[in-house]
Structure formats: C-alpha cells, structure tokens
C-alpha cells in the first residue's frame, strides 16, 4: 500500500490523507482494531471515528497486515507541556469516561489487564475505558490551553474507570519521561 502525505514525525505506522489516518498495525489482531472501531463508532467524544477508507470498511486485512482509517482530530499532543493543568486534563478524562459509559459493548476486548479493587474499596461500574489516558494521548488547542481530544485506544477495554486515573498519573504527574517523581505543581 503506497501513501503519502505523512504527516507524523517519527512514525512509519501513520499516514494522514484527506483528513483520514491510516494506520498499519503490524501486531495487532483484526477482532481488536474492530472491537474498538465498534466502540469509536458508537462514542459521542472528542475521538477519532472509523472512516469508509477500505472500500466503504474502516479495517481491512492486506497481505496479512491490518490496517485502520480514522478521522483526524485537531490539536497539539499535551505531551510534558504544563498547559494544560492536570485539573483541566482530570476534568476531561472524567467527561469521557462519562460519554464511554454510555456506550454498551457486549464483549470485553482482549487482552484486558483485570483491576483487583482492594477489599471494601467501592468501584464505579467498569465500562470501556481508554487504557493510556496519558498527556501523550490528549490533544488541546488555544490559550490558554485547553483539552480537545483524545488519540490512540489501543488500549481500550472494559475495566472501572478508576483505572485510567492511574495511567494517566503514571506518566502525566511527572515533569519529564526520565523523572522518578511527581510534580507536586502539575
């Protein structure tokens, strides 16, 4: 398959056309990118949504290699940046956990990676979750900087929701990839 138009620096899995990104996953199963197109298709978020790329599918199967289109979302990866604030990135993955759960899924997608709440601890109901709601999968715009969207669900699955806080503060909550510690100021 030859595409041009690449537009992500430093991948080769990505391309941009026409609005559509068209990404090769080289280890991924076709009932996985499915599942969470089914689910992209279905969120009323500010995600991408599965594109008609395919001879009218969103996946397709080509030389054993899977391939997905979706829409392309505006925005600037939050990254390290300390714009937005964690409370307006917090307030954002608690407005998409709130659109996903409204949206009825009837299979977990695998592989799952099960949370053991400890005993007496209440969860909310487990819905489809992101998986990685990290700085590095959220997109904002303006100034001040603001949250706009929310990239790659590679991750995605059925889990309660308190699981994406975590992986979001695992990355987020630190000032740079190689430090050991939170920011007490993000």
């Not at 595409?3 to 992500?8: K, P, R, V």
């Not at 279905?42 to 995600?47: G, I, K, R, S």
């Not at 407005?95 to 949206?103: G, I, K, P």
């Not at 299979?107 to 590095?136: K, L």
Request: some cysteine.
């Amino acid at each position: 398959m030859d595409l041009t138009g690449h537009a992500f620096p430093g991948r080769t899995d990505l391309w941009l056309d026409d609005g559509v990104v068209v990404r090769r996953h080289d280890n991924a199963a076709l009932t996985t990118i499915e599942w969470i197109h089914r689910f992209l298709g279905q969120l009323e978020f500010d995600a991408p949504k599965p594109m008609p790329y395919f001879d009218g599918a969103s996946v397709a199967t080509v030389d054993g290699v899977v391939w997905s289109a979706l829409s392309y979302v505006e925005g600037e990866v939050v990254g390290w940046s300390p714009e937005p604030s964690m409370f307006d990135l917090g307030a954002y993955l608690a407005t998409f956990h709130a659109a996903a759960a409204s949206v009825a899924m009837d299979a977990q997608q695998a592989p799952a990676h099960p949370v053991e709440m400890p005993p007496g601890v209440v969860a909310p109901a487990p819905h489809v979750i992101h998986g990685d709601f990290t700085n590095h999968n959220v997109l904002a715009q303006g100034a001040p900087s603001r949250p706009c969207g929310v990239i790659d669900f590679g991750n995605a699955y059925i889990e309660v929701p308190l699981f994406d806080l975590g992986a979001a503060l695992w990355r987020s909550g630190r000032p740079e990839q190689d430090a050991d510690e939170f920011d007490l100021q993000r």
